[in-house]
C-alpha cells in the first residue's frame, strides 16, 4: 500500500502521542479499493464534495451535486464522475488536468454516515462513461489510492428536502439558472445563451441575483 501518512502528519501524531492510534485505524479502516459496502454508499449519493489543488500548492473544495449515483463505481480501483455545465470558471476540472490529484467526500447528513476517497484523476469529454450523465460537458475519472470511512460524531443531522430542478432531465436538459440573467454578465454569454435570458424575462442585476439566491432561487 502507498504511504496513507506524510512526515508530518507522522511528526503531529508523535507529539500529540496518537501513532500507535493513528496506525491502528490504519490498518483498521483504509483500503487500496473500493470495497463492497463503501461502493453502496458511494453509488446511493446524489451529492459529493471535491477537493482538488493547483499547480501553485492552492487548494479548493467544490459541491458536486447530480441524480443519485451521481459518482460511478466503474470497478473497484475506478470512480466516475460528471462535470456539468457552470460558472466558466473550471477550479476544479482545471487542476484536476494540472496536478492529477483529487480528494472525495461521500456524506449522508441523515444517517449520518462518510467515506473518503483520494486518487488520480483525468478528465475527458470523450470518455465512455459520458452516455451515462445527460448534459454533462466532461467525465473525471478517479484511480483510488485509498478508500476508507470517517468517524460521524461531529456530524449535524439535517434533512433532505429536494432534488435539485437543475439535475440534467435525460434529454440532457436543465432550467436556464438566475446567474447567467445577470446584466453584468451578457457580453460573456453565448447568443443562444442571451436568447434563453431574454424568454425567461431579461437580465436582473447582481442585486437582484443575490435576493434570489438569499430566498433561496439559484
Partial sequence: MAAFYTEAQRAMQRAQGAEKLADTVEAAIVSEVVEGPNADFI???DFFFLSTVDGKGRPTVSYKGGPPGVCHVVDEKTL?????????MFKSMGNAAETGKVGLLFIDFETPNRVRVQGDITVSSSDPEMARYPGAKMIARVTVEHCFLNCARYIHKHQRVETSPYV???????????????D????????????KTRAEGGTITMEDYAEKLMAGVS
Fill in 80 to 88: 466516475v464522475f460528471p462535470s456539468y455545465d457552470g460558472n466558466g
Fill in 168 to 182: 440534467p432531465a435525460e434529454d440532457g436538459s436543465q432550467p436556464h439558472p438566475s446567474w447567467k440573467r445577470i
Fill in 184 to 195: 453584468m454578465v451578457q457580453d460573456a454569454l453565448p447568443e443562444e445563451v442571451q436568447a
Fill in 43 to 45: 453509488e446511493s449519493r
